[in-house]
């Protein structure tokens, strides 16, 4: 004959509900395993250089004019422009770095002064001559 195993007293609600208390108090003791969290630094971007008025503008006063077409490669950013004036013909030279050649745009100019005019030079001892043709410096001593 097989033995009977013992059967358990059935409990009551009242005995459940504390023995489920004193075992979550027991697993509250023991201190939370809580992982460092991982600090992710990302570096802030580069800061690129963007253009300003100021940079073009110095740019766009030191472009060379001349009554020759450009043929040798510019060393200086501000040399990739070339104005080229003959007579009636006049082109912005631009230097193409990706080709490594010169290219241009025809220009339309009308209007503007065509004169010759006298100043005062920098150190105020002399004078000046600067040639405008159609509105741009074209020319001049000092």
């Known amino acids: 004959m097989d033995k009977e195993e013992p059967k358990e007293e059935p409990k009551e609600i009242s005995q459940i509900k504390e023995e489920t208390e004193e075992e979550l108090e027991e697993e509250l003791k023991e201190p939370l395993k809580v992982e460092e969290p991982t600090l992710l630094v990302i570096p802030p971007p580069e800061k690129t250089k963007t253009s300003n008025l100021e940079d073009d503008l110095k740019i766009l006063t030191s472009i060379e004019v001349t009554d020759a077409v450009p043929t040798t490669k510019p060393f200086h950013p501000s040399q990739n422009f070339v104005l080229y004036v003959s007579g009636t013909t006049y082109r912005l030279?631009?230097?193409?770095?990706?080709?490594?050649?010169?290219?241009?745009?025809?220009?339309?100019?009308?209007?503007?002064?065509?004169?010759?005019?006298?100043?005062?030079?920098?150190?105020?001892?002399?004078?000046?001559?600067?040639?405008?043709?159609?509105?741009?410096?074209t020319g001049g001593t000092c």
């Open 93 to 137: 030279y631009v230097y193409d770095n990706e080709n490594s050649a010169w290219r241009y745009a025809n220009l339309n100019i009308t209007l503007g002064l065509t004169t010759t005019k006298t100043v005062r030079n920098a150190a105020g001892d002399g004078t000046c001559t600067l040639i405008f043709t159609k509105g741009l410096l």
